[in-house]
């Protein structure tokens, strides 16, 4: 698996704590640079046994088309080049609207067969506190104009659980976007005060639990009745269509990053790229046997299909684990253990209890 981390962007989200800087051609240019030189270095690494592609952000579609061809080209010469299994690039709504059919259509001619739209809201209020390029109307319009190209591999994200957003305009957004484009998957995460983000320095006060456990519970109810599997806490897909990408990182496949502030895994250690466009370097830890342990217990457990009930029996405590099948917070069938879904919210509480 190989991760390219694009951290550029237009403008700032509210709620954003991931590294990026504001896009500019100065900025761009040393960003590819950098980037494909670390790629190139890195030729005879092992990317893992999944062959899948991702570009997230930042805003990876501020890039042009040439500028993929011109990573993909050194992906190649490091011995990376596809075709890939699943090839996503994250894409701003305002983005495919300014471009065009015509920029949709060169990325899907490189390869890409996935793309991941940053929807977050279908309320215009919403979206200008967030400091959105888009509103309501251009989101659904991105989604359209990549339909009519042909994608057929869509997943949307959304943001619920802010403070001000009611019950009825969060399920409005979810109504329109899947009845309006049906996108295969849908990612949707709770609001969180993210280190480093302006929301965090406004001391935004985070909505009440309840609050955000009702638009959650509505939420799954909503994609069980459009015919949705809810395989990930946060993450729904139509048969089919679970991401393989992000499918890896939660069975703790080994994966390459490139890029400033990507990070990588080969299953003993993880390593990263310092916050920079150019001139990052790396940083290191070893991932001791108890550590290891701890994190596929964590990751495991936040999907549908759990872990094997065998492993948990050695690495949990017994009488935990008896109890919180006992309270119906776990279940253990066919030789796996997992957490039920009126049992996700909570997840972080069970998996603490685990370990």
């Known amino acids: 698996m190989i991760y390219i981390h694009v951290p550029l962007c237009r403008s700032f989200c509210t709620y954003c704590g991931f590294y990026s800087e504001i896009a500019g051609d100065g900025c761009k240019a040393r960003y590819l640079e950098a980037l494909t030189a670390e790629i190139r270095s890195s030729k005879g690494a092992d990317p893992g046994p999944f062959h899948t592609l991702y570009f997230g952000g930042g805003t990876p579609s501020v890039l042009e088309a040439e500028d993929f061809r ?10 990376f080049g596809g075709p890939y299994a699943e090839f996503t690039v994250e894409v701003n709504p305002e983005d495919i609207v300014t471009k065009g059919p015509a920029y949709v259509e060169a990325l899907m001619s490189l390869g890409v067969n996935r793309f ?14 967030m400091n959105r390029r888009h509103d309501a109307e251009r989101g659904l319009r ?12 869509l997943s949307a994200d959304l943001i619920f659980g802010i403070a001000g957003l009611s019950d009825a305009v ?9 009845e309006a484009a049906h996108p295969e998957h849908i990612s949707a995460y709770q609001l969180s005060l993210e280190e480093g983000s302006a929301l965090e320095e406004s001391h935004y006060r985070e909505a009440p639990e309840e609050l955000c456990r009702g638009q959650y519970d509505r939420l799954c109810a909503l994609m069980r009745q459009y015919g949705y599997e809810h395989y990930e806490i946060s993450n729904f897909a139509l048969p089919g269509f679970r991401a393989r990408h ?24 993880r390593w990263w790229n310092t916050c920079r466009l150019s001139g990052y370097h790396r940083e290191c830890e070893i991932i001791s046997p108890e550590n290891s342990k701890i994190e596929r217990i964590m990751l495991s457990l936040r999907t549908s299909d ?3 009930a065998a492993f948990l029996h050695r690495a949990c405590r017994e009488d935990i684990l008896a109890r919180l099948v006992s309270e119906g917070a776990l279940i253990e069938e066919r030789g796996r253990i997992r957490i039920p879904e009126d049992h996700f919210f909570v997840s972080d509480e069970i998996i603490k209890e685990l370990v």
């Open 306 to 308: 759990g872990e094997e």
């Open 246 to 269: 992000n499918s890896g990182y939660w069975t703790r496949i080994p994966y390459l990053g490139f890029g400033g502030g990507a990070h990588s895994f080969d299953g003993g250690k």
């Open 116 to 129: 991941s739209v940053g929807i977050q809201s279908l309320d215009d209020g919403i979206l200008r506190w």
């Open 170 to 178: 969060w399920e409005n957004t979810v109504r329109r976007l899947v």
């Open 70 to 79: 011109r990573i993909l080209r050194a992906l190649e010469d490091a011995g």
């Open 142 to 153: 991105a989604l359209s104009i990549l339909r009519a190209c042909g994608v057929r591999n």
